[in-house]
């Protein structure tokens, strides 16, 4: 048995609990049950009873850290840096309407939503188990939505005042065009949510469920309480000048009135298309090296025992053992004390001879002896391509070792199972992104009637969709500007960032392709040219568009240096893929291209017309009818 044993000892030898320099220690901490399942309060716990340790010695070289997993809670749902992109949506919103209590209205609304919203997550928190993540990405969203849906419902109440209309028929006639906008709207964004339930990964289903919950509070808010403060607040809503020169002519008849003046994208088209494709393909080029991941303790801030864990434990005991993995040895029949030895080091050496692996150390036998467990050390970290490469050659030794002992091997352990996640997002990721672009060219067709709007519109999407993901790989996996994120060591990008990217950037998509083309639609129908009909839904809705765009740009952009590591990375794509999508493909790119196609932008098989529902999204038939 001496050159079994030898093996054995071979194979534990990079092994430590204590560094080589004797200044450091390793302590394991085991629960009852698996560190998912254990209760916040018990870890944490063990974590604050760990930490005393540092206030109850008298040596003051002694420091004690614990690992990420203890750490990991849901202290609050805001910090500083979202309060702060609140402030920055409400003081946009005074900006655009001039009035305190007029910008005050979609803030409310949004916070009253928010609230309803978060409070069932919480509920729900009891029975079912979520991510850290999970109520802050509902957060996030019904903030945003809550404020956009509000306000143009706000915005078409204010445009329609001005004209000397009552209050009371404004905010019907409001609620009836901007409300059913609102109500569509929200339904593409909900589906969308809903549809990562099709990735087959639990806790993102869960994420998407949960934030179509709270997309729902939002349109339920915008399309009642909103009319409702609305008829309370009165001509209120306007500012004193305003008012003022409602007062002095009796309507304003400007107001109403809407520019056919080409703007840049319609004078400039073929510029404009070049310039922006280009720009969009370059910001996209770092997609081409993405890598799924999820955060370990190096993602953390600095100053925290997260971080300070990680880092102590790579610089005394080297990377790998962030990344520890659990390797499972299955036997048919029990394993005899005599054999043992002989049995653990013909596994041991298979462990052994596969690259990047340091160390691997048997943990021991279960009670009826047919399964063991080996500890196993990679090379590098958690998130390390060749972490990864090991991962795949542990469990590509499964016909190596059923020949020689007649049992079977199996990988497990945190790092193994983010990589495993990972794997399956990344090969679910081109399904979902095409499920989604067929939705969005179905329901484009259905309000548009048109073959050519739909098509640019999903194109422009799937720009957006490369180029925000090409500027997060950028950011958080290159390190580009990481200093200003405050982002020390890159790294994989989060797993499940784009396919909640996709969801959501493909509903916001629809609302402002919605707001933008079906007045570029009214215009064409009612006899202007095509392109005197872009310049005129450009100039009807871009005002408001760009308000929403910056007051979403303003709520998830404060998400980037959320107090929470996770949600920084999804904070940023969305701030990123709503500039892009708002401001270059949704202002410039779509109508640049529309103009080039002239009439054929709004062609459609007559067959296909007559067999089409006729959705009057906007509610223009009862716009007609109250002007009639």
Not at 564 to 593: W, Y
């Amino acid at each position: 048995k001496i050159a079994p044993a030898q093996s054995l000892i071979a194979a534990a030898a990079e092994f430590r609990v204590v560094s080589s320099d004797g200044a450091t220690a390793i302590g394991t901490v085991l629960f009852e049950t698996p560190i998912t399942e254990v209760e916040t309060a018990d870890r944490t716990g063990v974590a604050d009873a760990l930490t005393k340790l540092n206030a109850a010695s008298d040596n003051p070289n002694i420091r004690v850290e614990v690992a990420q997993d203890l750490l990991r809670s849901l202290d609050s749902l805001l910090g500083v840096g979202e309060i702060v992109g609140l402030v920055v949506a409400a003081v946009t919103l005074f900006v655009m309407l001039g009035t305190l209590i007029g910008a005050g209205l979609p803030v409310l609304a949004a916070l009253i939503g928010v609230g309803i919203s978060a409070a069932i997550t919480f509920a729900l928190s009891a029975v079912y188990e979520f991510t850290s993540t999970t109520p802050i990405l509902g957060v996030m969203l019904g903030l945003a939505v809550g404020i956009d849906y509000a306000l143009f419902i706000l915005n078409r109440h204010r445009r329609q005042l001005k004209t000397g209309m009552a209050v009371r028929d404004s905010i019907a006639l409001a609620n009836g065009t901007s409300g059913n906008s609102v109500v569509f709207a929200g339904l593409t964004v909900m589906i969308a949510l809903a549809a990562l339930n099709l990735t087959g990964i639990g806790f993102l289903g869960v994420m998407g469920t949960m934030g179509a919950m709270a997309i729902v509070f939002s349109v339920l808010i915008a399309v009642t309480l909103t009319p409702a403060l609305l008829s309370r607040i009165g001509m209120r809503v306007l500012s004193r000048k305003e008012r003022s020169a409602l007062t002095a002519s009796g309507s304003n008849s400007a107001a109403s009135a809407v520019s056919t003046k080409p703007v840049f994208a319609t004078r400039h088209p073929w510029i404009t298309v070049v310039a922006t494709v280009l720009v969009l393909g370059i910001a996209a080029i770092p997609f081409g090296s993405i890598r799924l991941g999820l955060p370990d303790g190096s993602s953390e801030p600095i100053e925290s025992a997260g971080y300070q864990s990680y880092k102590l434990t790579e610089e005394a005991f080297g990377e790998g053992v962030n990344g520890a993995l659990i390797v499972v040895v299955e036997a048919p029949k029990a394993v005899s004390k005599d054999s043992e030895v002989e049995f653990q080091a013909t596994i041991a050496d298979a462990i052994m001879s596969v690259d990047n692996v340091q160390a691997a150390v048997p943990s021991g036998f279960s009670e009826d002896r047919t399964s063991m467990v080996f500890r196993v050390i990679p090379m590098e970290g958690p998130n390390a391509v060749s972490t990864a490469a090991v991962v795949t050659d542990l469990r590509a030794l499964d016909a190596e070792v059923a020949e020689a002992l007649d049992a079977h091997i199996e990988v497990t352990g945190i790092a193994a199972v983010n990589i495993d996640v990972s794997k399956k997002l990344g090969e679910a990721l081109p399904i979902y992104l095409m499920t989604v672009i067929g939705l969005s060219l179905i329901l484009l067709v259905l309000v548009f009637r048109s073959i050519a709007v739909p098509i640019v519109a999903s194109l422009g999407f799937l720009l957006t969709v490369f180029a925000t993901l090409g500027a997060t790989v950028a950011v958080f996996q290159w390190g580009w500007l990481g200093q200003l994120f405050d982002i020390h060591d890159p790294a994989p990008i989060l797993s499940f960032l784009p396919t909640i990217l996709i969801g959501i950037l493909f509903g916001l998509a629809m609302d402002y392709q919605l707001f933008l083309a079906s007045g570029m639609r009214e215009a064409f129908v009612h006899g202007k040219t095509a392109k005197e009909s872009i310049n005129f839904g450009i100039h009807l809705s871009r005002a408001v568009v760009v308000a929403a765009a910056i007051i979403m740009i303003s709520v998830f952009g404060g998400f980037i240096f959320s107090h929470t590591t996770m949600i920084r990375p999804v904070g940023f794509g969305l701030a990123v893929g709503v500039l892009v999508d708002a401001f270059i493909v949704r202002l410039l790119l779509v109508p640049a291209t529309l103009t080039l196609l002239g009439n054929a932008a709004w062609w459609i098989p007559k067959w296909l017309d007559r067999i089409l529902p006729d959705v009057d999204v906007e509610g223009s038939k009862l716009e007609g009818k109250l002007a009639h």
